[in-house]
């Protein structure tokens, strides 16, 4: 059974940083598309930062651009999410997700394409 869990979530200031991890068990990622996403209270799940099996290739929100950094180590299982420049606006419990075909080169932005998810980290920043 593939199971991922998140940590590094937490409480911070406004410009702050936190990383999350996203530790994937019971399967090998390395052929996946990895994916993280977040919900607000009251508001949808909303695409934050993919990349691809080997990691050459990544995406973001526009809200997050130039602020978040995704990142993969397959060797470890792990897909990381560097969150810097916080803002009051990204308090949301944070997903990672991981799907797609084996070993293709793509991005995935869309939550309905991803075969497994994580239970979610909350991220909260303080103004």
């Known amino acids: 059974q593939v199971q991922l869990v998140e940590s590094g979530g937490g409480l911070v200031q406004a410009g702050g940083s936190l990383r999350l991890s996203c530790k994937v068990s019971?399967?090998?990622?390395?052929?996946?598309?990895m994916g993280w996403f977040r919900q607000a209270p009251g508001k949808e799940r909303e695409f934050v930062a993919a990349?691809?099996?080997?990691?050459?290739?990544?995406r973001y929100a526009d809200s997050v651009k130039g602020r978040f950094t995704i990142s993969r180590d397959n060797a470890k299982n792990t897909v990381y999410l560097q969150m810097n420049s916080l803002k009051p606006e990204d308090t949301a419990v944070y997903y990672c997700?991981?799907?797609?075909?084996?070993?293709?080169?793509?991005?995935?932005?869309?939550?309905?394409?991803?075969?497994?998810w994580g239970q979610g980290t909350q991220v909260t920043v303080s103004s």
């Open positions: 990349i691809d099996w080997s990691g050459d290739m990544t």
């Open positions: 997700a991981a799907g797609g075909a084996p070993w293709r080169n793509e991005i995935i932005t869309t939550a309905g394409r991803y075969a497994y």
């Open positions: 019971g399967r090998t990622i390395v052929s996946y598309a």
